[in-house]
């Protein structure tokens, strides 16, 4: 048989096609492309939504026998931690039963005060209910994920309470869910004002001292801050409403080599087992426009004739 008639392609059996260095380069400029395009234009947030949809079911699904567990668990306790928590709860009532009483005569003095004062009237912020279905699989990050989306016009940037404090804030919002970061995330940041003292300052979150605690940073060292102090949330950022409990302080160390005391606290909603939250509506969607400034109209120089 001549030679050149043999077939010297090698069989399909002992084709690689492209080398394991190529696709590597490839793969990495194509997974570095898509997180630049997703961070700057978002391009993957239609995808997103579809698939937290397209999923939700089979998370339900999934999460029935959890479910189920923990309601079973909730049902078989004990008397006497039932009896305990019930005994709790009343002295709290009539701990409270007192300023409850006072509330009616405040409310008229705030009316007549401000009356007085020519000042705006607060604004009622309206507030829809929601259920925690899951935390986030992310254990990087301090998140959860709550049963409200954009089918019940849940937006954005929405606070999100409990029955003790602020919760977190609304920042990712799916058809059906919506993604809700702590206060505890090491990426959350909330402008709290001293219930004592009245200075404000800005509270950051800190995911690894006391398993999810606050920081207040950049404090002065001589800073009038004590353990102890109920932080609220101040209203100057245009998202939280006024006078929400969002932490206290649980130590304050003065540093002689710092300018600045590090300054921990502990959050008050329950950041770990919350289950039922509030949503609030953002107060700079409730607040009027800006009005324009009116055009500066260049005055004219007057000249002899």
């Not at 078989?76 to 409850?100: N, V, Y």
């Amino acid at each position: 048989m001549p030679l050149g008639t043999l077939d010297r392609t090698p069989p399909p059996f002992f084709r690689q096609g492209a080398s394991a260095l190529s696709k590597l380069m490839v793969c990495s400029a194509l997974a570095l492309f898509l997180m630049v395009a997703d961070a700057r234009f978002k391009v993957t947030q239609p995808l997103r939504s579809a698939l937290a949809t397209a999923l939700f079911p089979v998370q339900l699904v999934a999460m029935s026998p959890v479910a189920l567990i923990k309601n079973a668990s909730q049902y078989f306790e004990s008397l006497q931690s039932a009896q305990a928590a019930e005994a709790a709860a009343r002295l709290k009532l009539s701990l409270q039963s007192q300023r409850a009483s006072q509330v009616e005569q405040l409310a008229q003095e705030n009316v007549r005060l401000r009356s007085l004062l020519a000042l705006r009237e607060r604004i009622s912020t309206p507030a829809s209910a929601a259920e925690v279905l899951y935390d986030a699989a992310d254990p990087y990050t301090r998140k959860i994920i709550i049963d409200k989306g954009l089918a019940h016009s849940i937006e954005a940037g929405s606070p999100v309470i409990d029955d003790a404090g602020v919760l977190g804030q609304v920042t990712r919002v799916h058809p059906l869910v919506s993604e809700v970061t702590l206060v505890t995330d090491r990426d959350h940041a909330i402008p709290v004002l001293n219930a004592r003292t009245g200075a404000r300052s800005v509270a950051y979150g800190d995911p690894i001292t006391r398993g999810g605690s606050l920081e207040l940073r950049f404090m002065a060292g001589n800073a009038d801050v004590q353990a102890g102090d109920i932080l609220t949330t101040s209203g100057v950022d245009g998202v939280y409403p006024p006078g929400l409990p969002v932490a206290k302080v649980v130590s304050v160390e003065r540093r002689a080599d710092s300018a600045f005391a590090r300054i921990s606290c502990a959050p008050q909603a329950m950041v770990d087992g919350a289950r039922h939250v509030m949503v609030l509506k953002p107060v700079s969607i409730q607040m009027p426009a800006r009005p324009v400034p009116d055009e500066v109209v260049p005055a004219k120089r007057g000249g002899r004739k």
